[in-house]
């Protein structure tokens, strides 16, 4: 069962728990709900359907199809679990100003005009294509727990990015 953190975060966070936002609890209940009533059921009507056909050593609809229902079984363990270990991070408790993980922070790179904007979340719901960033990545480490105008370095394969920080919602 999921349990709550008031508050934000700090650097010390308990490494075996799965630290979400109540959006990012909704959508792993959403994907585990979805695996379990359609997918599942879907794959065992698509294996009953392959058995039937006879000869399963040369049956590759049969042999894709246990591929695909032992993905979804080890994926609904792994979301599971996942909600076992939850915490859901009440991102209204974090200090105003500060960032911490739900927080919508703007930065711009030190040197350009162009502001980028990250929502920090647990890792399980880290998507950066969407802006959507891990406070265990790099650039989550550094903005975690600063403030408006701070400067961040945060280390990266090109060398060290300067970020200053805009605005956190």
Known sequence: MAKTVKGGISTKMEHDKV?????????????????????RPALAERLHHAIQQGDLSENADYQTTKEEQGFVEGRIQ???SMLLDAVVI????VP????????????????????????????????PAQ???????PIGRALIDRKVGDKVTVKAPVGDMVFVIKGID
């Open 78 to 80: 792994e979301l599971e």
């Open 19 to 39: 630290y979400l936002t109540a959006e990012g609890i909704t959508k792993l209940r959403d994907d585990l709900d979805h695996l379990k009533n359609v997918r």
């Open 90 to 93: 009440d991102s209204s408790q």
């Open 131 to 137: 802006g959507r960033i891990s406070y265990e990545s």
């Open 96 to 127: 105003k100003g500060q960032v911490g993980i739900g927080s919508r922070v703007i930065v711009t790179e030190e040197g350009e005009d162009d502001a980028e904007t990250f929502v920090i979340v647990g890792a399980a719901e880290s998507d």
